[in-house]
């Protein structure tokens, strides 16, 4: 069965770094396009980034330049590195399937906490 869990995140003062990893289990990660999304308070689920099988990255304008999506298929870990964090960025961040789009299902982890305040 899928299993997803994620960690890294925090509190944190605008302008700093975190970073997230989720550890992956019960499926074929090396094969499976991975994406990031994260929801805010009060606000519906916001993609972030996909990365391919084959290591194709991309990202929402919101994080373009600031964040960095990336795989070890050895260890069947999917990160995010952010950057330059700002207030906005404060939110509950889930890894998932891509192939899932935003459609919650029973998989999903409990995700990671990501606060940015000063």
């Known amino acids: 069965e899928v299993h997803l869990v994620e960690s890294g995140g925090g509190l944190v003062q605008p302008g700093r770094s975190l970073r997230l990893s989720c550890a992956a289990s019960?499926?074929?990660?090396?094969?499976?396009?991975m994406s990031w999304v994260r929801q805010s308070p009060g606000k519906g689920l916001e993609w972030v980034s996909d990365i391919s099988s084959g290591g194709s990255t991309t990202y929402a304008d919101s994080v373009k330049g600031r964040f960095t999506i990336s795989r070890d298929n050895a260890k069947n870990t999917l990160c995010l590195q952010m950057n330059s964090l700002k207030p906005e960025d404060t939110a509950l961040y889930y890894c998932?399937?891509?192939?899932?789009?935003?459609?919650?299902?029973?998989?999903w982890g409990q995700g990671t906490q990501v606060t940015v305040s000063s």
């Open positions: 998932t399937l891509t192939s899932w789009g935003l459609r919650r299902n029973r998989y």
């Open positions: 019960g499926f074929a990660f090396s094969g499976a396009g």
